[in-house]
C-alpha cells in the first residue's frame, strides 16, 4: 500500500535559523500532500498544502515544495520562531478509489521540531 | 461556534470491555474520520464516513466499529478492549466541497489495563 517516510524525526535549530523537513512517498498517483503541526496536547492543524500541478507555494514563513519525479515533497520553515516548537506531519492522498472519490490521507511518522532561544 | 469536539478526553477501561468514543461536529462536513496516533506510527486512518449510513475502512480497522446515522456524529466502538488499542484517537471532519483541508478534534487518550 501507499507509504511516506519522514525525515528527520527530531530536528532542533537555533531561533531565526530555517527548518527543514522532507517527505517521500511512493504512489506516483498521489495527488495533494498538506503539512499538520500538532502542538502538545492538541489535535493536528493543516499550516500549508499543495497539489501534485503546483511545484511550490509560499505563505509567509512557511513554504513547501515537491518534487513529483523525485516523489518526494519538503516543507521549509523560515525566520523560526519559539511558537514553531512542535510535531510536524506530512501526508498524501493516493489515487481515488472506486466508491466515494478518495478521502484518505496516509501520514508520515512526524518530526519534533524544537526551536532553542 | 464549537467546531469538532470529542468526549472523553481520558478514559481508563479493562481488557475485554466496550468503549465508545464519541465524535461530534457543528459544521455539517460530509467527512468525517478517525484516527489513531501512536509513537512511531504518527497517524493511522481508522475508519471513515463520507455521509450518513456511509462508512468504510481504514488502515487499521480490525477491533473497531463504526457508525453514522447522522451527519454531526461519528462514534468509535472498541468491541471487545485490548492492551494494543492504547492510543491517542483521533476525530476530523471536512467539508465534500472547496477546502480539503480536515479539520481535527482535541483527541481522546484511551488507556487499556
Known amino acids: 500500500g501507499e507509504n511516506v517516510e519522514q525525515h528527520p524525526s527530531t530536528l532542533s535549530v537555533q531561533e531565526g535559523d530555517s527548518a527543514v523537513i522532507k517527505c517521500t512517498y511512493s504512489?506516483?498517483?498521489?495527488?495533494?500532500f498538506p503539512w499538520y503541526k500538532q502542538e502538545l496536547g492538541k489535535g493536528p492543524q493543516l499550516i500549508i498544502d499543495?497539489?501534485?500541478?503546483?511545484g511550490e507555494k509560499k505563505d509567509q514563513r512557511i513554504a513547501v515544495t515537491l518534487n513529483k519525479t523525485a516523489k518526494h515533497f519538503s516543507l521549509h520553515i523560515t525566520e523560526t520562531q519559539p511558537e514553531d516548537s512542535a510535531v510536524y506531519f506530512c501526508a498524501d492522498r493516493g489515487p481515488f478509489l472506486s466508491n466515494f472519490g478518495n478521502e484518505k490521507l496516509t501520514f508520515g511518522t512526524g518530526t519534533r521540531l524544537t526551536i532553542i532561544p | 461556534d464549537a467546531g469538532i469536539t470529542q468526549s472523553p478526553r481520558y478514559k481508563i477501561t479493562e481488557t475485554g470491555r466496550q468503549v465508545t468514543l464519541m465524535c461530534h461536529q457543528t459544521w455539517s462536513h460530509s467527512y468525517m474520520f478517525w484516527y489513531r496516533q501512536d509513537l512511531g506510527h504518527g497517524l493511522r486512518l481508522i475508519y471513515y464516513s463520507a455521509a450518513a449510513d456511509i462508512t468504510d475502512k481504514g488502515e487499521v480497522p480490525d477491533g473497531y466499529v463504526v457508525s453514522r446515522s447522522k451527519t454531526e456524529n461519528f462514534p468509535l466502538t472498541l468491541e471487545s478492549a485490548t492492551r494494543s488499542q492504547t492510543s491517542v484517537y483521533f476525530c476530523?471532519?471536512?467539508?465534500?466541497?472547496?477546502?480539503?483541508?480536515?479539520?481535527f478534534g482535541p483527541g481522546t487518550r484511551l488507556l487499556v489495563l
Open positions: 504512489d506516483s498517483a498521489s495527488n495533494y
Open positions: 476530523a471532519s471536512r467539508n465534500r466541497a472547496g477546502s480539503e483541508t480536515q479539520y
Open positions: 499543495i497539489r501534485s500541478n503546483v
